[in-house]
Nanobody
Framework: QVQLVESGGGLVQAGGSLRLSCAASGRTFSSYAMGWFRQAPGKEREFVAAISRRGITTTYSDGVKGRFTISRDNVKNTVYLQMNSLKPEDTAVYYC????????????????WGQGTQVTVSS
């Protein structure tokens, strides 16, 4: 059974940093793109960042460009999201997701999802 487990969320003051991790098990994911999404209460699920199968190509939403960095380790089947200069509007549950093939920013195209980790940014 495939499982994705996020970790690293928590409470941080505005301007601070967090690093999220998502470790997958059940198979190897070297042929999968990996992404991060987030969802705040009462809001739609929002694309944050994604990384290609070999880690060569990355893409970010406009709201996080320059502040967040996505990376992956295919040996460990793990994707990371380094979040710097956090803002209160970054507060959400963050989900990692994997999909076969190339990068997209559309949640419907992703095959596997983690359980989510809460990120709360105080002012």
């Amino acid at each position: 059974q495939v499982q994705l487990v996020e970790s690293g969320g928590g409470l941080v003051q505005a301007g601070g940093s967090l690093r999220l991790s998502c470790a997958a098990s059940g198979r190897t994911f070297s042929s999968y793109a990996m992404g991060w999404f987030r969802q705040a209460p009462g809001k739609e699920r929002e694309f944050v960042a994604a990384i290609s199968r070999r880690g060569i190509t990355t893409t970010y939403s406009d709201g996080v460009k320059g502040r967040f960095t996505i990376s992956r380790d295919n040996v460990k089947n793990t994707v990371y999201l380094q979040m710097n200069s956090l803002k209160p509007e970054d507060t959400a549950v963050y989900y990692c997701a994997f999909k076969e093939g190339s990068v997209t920013g559309y949640y419907r195209t992703y095959d596997y999802w983690g359980q989510g980790t809460q990120v709360t940014v105080s002012s």
